[in-house]
């Protein structure tokens, strides 16, 4: 071998070394198919952008981490990711072609329970595991006929029945407030459910609905229904609707006058609320998932990485994106084949998780999670964490 032969080999070698040292360990062969399906378009596409993402950070790192175990052997994730444009049709169709034609072992998303929930039915018709990171409606993990937990769909979020008693809750105990409005989308089914659900749960806590209005998804005036809600002499106004709904709303209603605090959902997560309403969001709570100041290791690693990866602070949907991969991933590893049946009964199996979005406990034959609360203040422009909300 001559002098430029064995420079260029040594070159080689200790690039190869420095590349094994940085990473740690060896990176797996992504050999595993995992289909995303988020809300990349449609009307709420901050969500989808969220969604991807983590995926994307979270198949990185566990790759990079040398991957996973299944039976012995080593094997690396593929994210392959599909569109549901936050529309129910267009989800049961990425869930069927995820399963049928790109042959993926799981499935993470849909988010909105509007294209969850049909998704849901299409794994669990074709025994295949579902995850939705952010579907906090019951309907998502419960079968449509008998009403029993669905076999195959799982959740990394709380539910709706949680998320009612919460808002009710606070709005009587911290808000001090007994008289409330709703303003909701009739044809969205998160906003639909929590609507209910509040309604009945702040009722059971002494409180009274004056008004209980409806919109249809597309709607941009809603004077008619503030109008009416001012009329009825509320103390506070639940508006249980996306990012792109709430600024309007907000607005509108100051413009009518109708001055008295505004209670939201974990709908109202994404940062883009704030951008869009300004003043007008100022001094309005909400519930989520979790709080990106939490002083907590696992959080806080979590919220740098993701920063540094996409210069913007992680929202919900971002957060609960990661834990459910890193909940596939410990079922991937206590899984005993590299099958469909193995991964969700290993999955079914996990009892008790630490994540991101705090500890999640799953009840046996159940796949919604009992954890936390969290209940935010949007204060200085920014979101501010005010108190966690632990199940009884």
């Known amino acids: 071998m001559n002098r430029r032969h064995l420079t260029l080999a040594l070159t080689l070698s200790l690039t190869t070394l420095l590349g094994t040292a940085a990473c740690g360990k060896k990176q797996?062969?992504?050999d595993i198919k995992i289909g995303l399906i988020a809300e990349l378009s449609g009307d709420i596409p901050a969500v989808?952008?969220?969604?991807?993402?983590?995926?994307?950070?979270?198949?990185?790192?566990?790759?990079?981490?040398?991957?996973v175990t299944v039976a012995g052997q080593k094997h690396g994730l593929r994210l392959v990711v599909d569109d549901s444009a936050a529309k129910a049709d267009q989800a049961a169709s990425a869930a069927q072609k995820l399963i049928t034609q790109d042959e993926v072992l799981a499935v993470v998303g849909p988010n909105a329970s509007l294209g969850a929930i049909p998704a849901a039915q299409i794994a669990e018709q074709a025994s295949v595991l579902l995850i939705t990171p952010w579907s906090t409606n019951p309907k998502t993990t419960l079968d449509a006929t008998t009403n029993q937990p669905k076999k195959w769909v799982f959740r990394a979020c709380f539910n709706d029945l949680f998320q009612g008693t919460v808002l009710a809750k606070f709005a009587v105990d911290y808000m001090h407030k007994h008289k409330a409005a709703?303003?909701?989308?009739?044809?969205?089914?998160a906003p639909k459910g929590q609507a209910e659900l509040f309604k009945k749960d702040f009722e059971a806590n002494g409180g009274t609905v004056v008004a209980f209005e409806t919109y249809t998804t597309g709607d941009r005036d809603f004077t008619a229904q503030l109008t009416k809600i001012k009329a009825a002499g509320p103390e506070l106004v639940f508006l249980p609707a996306y990012y792109t709904d709430v600024p309007l709303q907000m607005q509108q209603a100051h413009r009518l006058g109708l001055d008295v605090?505004?209670?939201?959902?974990?709908?109202?997560?994404?940062?883009?609320?704030?951008?869009?309403a300004g003043a007008d969001a100022e001094g309005a709570f909400f519930s989520?998932?979790?709080?990106?100041?939490?002083?907590?290791?696992?959080?806080?690693?979590?919220?740098?990485?993701?920063?540094?990866?996409?210069?913007?602070?992680?929202?919900?949907?971002?957060?609960?994106?990661?834990?459910?991969?890193?909940?596939?991933?410990?079922?991937?590893?206590?899984?005993?084949?590299?099958?469909?049946?193995?991964?969700?009964?290993?999955?079914?199996?996990?009892?008790?998780?630490?994540?991101?979005?705090?500890?999640?406990?799953?009840?046996?034959?159940?796949?919604?999670?009992?954890?936390?609360?969290?209940?935010?203040?949007?204060?200085?422009?920014?979101?501010?964490?005010?108190?966690?909300?632990?199940?009884?």
């Open 182 to 189: 709703v303003l909701y989308d009739v044809s969205s089914e």
């Open 48 to 67: 989808g952008a969220s969604c991807k993402n983590a995926a994307e950070m979270a198949v990185a790192e566990i790759n990079l981490e040398g991957g």
């Open 28 to 30: 797996a062969v992504p």
């Open 261 to 276: 605090p505004f209670l939201g959902s974990d709908t109202w997560s994404s940062p883009e609320l704030i951008k869009l």
């Open 288 to 392: 989520n998932h979790y709080s990106a100041s939490a002083k907590n290791e696992i959080t806080g690693t979590f919220v740098v990485s993701y920063k540094k990866r996409y210069g913007q602070e992680p929202d919900d949907v971002a957060a609960l994106t990661y834990d459910a991969f890193r909940l596939l991933q410990k079922a991937l590893n206590n899984a005993t084949a590299l099958d469909r049946a193995a991964v969700r009964n290993a999955f079914a199996k996990i009892s008790d998780y630490t994540g991101v979005t705090g500890k999640m406990t799953f009840k046996p034959g159940s796949g919604d999670p009992v954890k936390s609360a969290v209940m935010m203040k949007i204060s200085g422009g920014k979101f501010t964490w005010v108190t966690n909300v632990d199940p009884d």
